[in-house]
């Protein structure tokens, strides 16, 4: 940054982030899930993956247990959803939301979609 200045700089971000498929070049949606058995979370998560139908630009990435996987009790998972297309993400978690409302073990967790998290934690 002393060296090459601020527009340097931030273009080595920019370049960081495209690389790391990172907003503003790819677009993200977290869908969490927590409840207070273990296995829960996880199985919700994987239900969706394994019925939901994103267009072929989205990706499901995921579930995976949230970083802090046990917090006040309760066990979390997450599931990321990814894509270079706004649009095709708004798609992707149409899809996902579907299948979430309509599966039998959402009665047993607590879920949510959080469109461009600011933390992925």
């Not at 802090?68 to 979390?76: C, H, K, P």
């Amino acid at each position: 940054l002393i060296e090459s200045g601020y527009d340097a700089f931030a273009d080595d971000l920019l370049e960081e982030r495209r690389a790391q498929e990172l907003p503003p070049f790819h677009f993200h949606a977290l869908l969490r899930a927590e409840a207070s058995a273990r296995e829960f979370p996880t199985a919700f998560l994987q239900a969706v993956v394994d019925k939901a139908s994103p267009p072929p630009s989205v990706f499901l990435l995921g579930p995976v247990p949230a970083s802090m996987e046990r917090r006040a009790g309760r066990y979390r998972a997450q599931l990321l959803v990814t894509s270079e297309s706004r649009g095709a993400l708004k798609s992707g978690i149409e899809s996902c939301l579907a299948v979430a409302e309509s599966e039998p073990l959402a009665r047993k967790v607590r879920w949510s979609v959080d469109v461009d998290p600011l933390d992925l934690f």
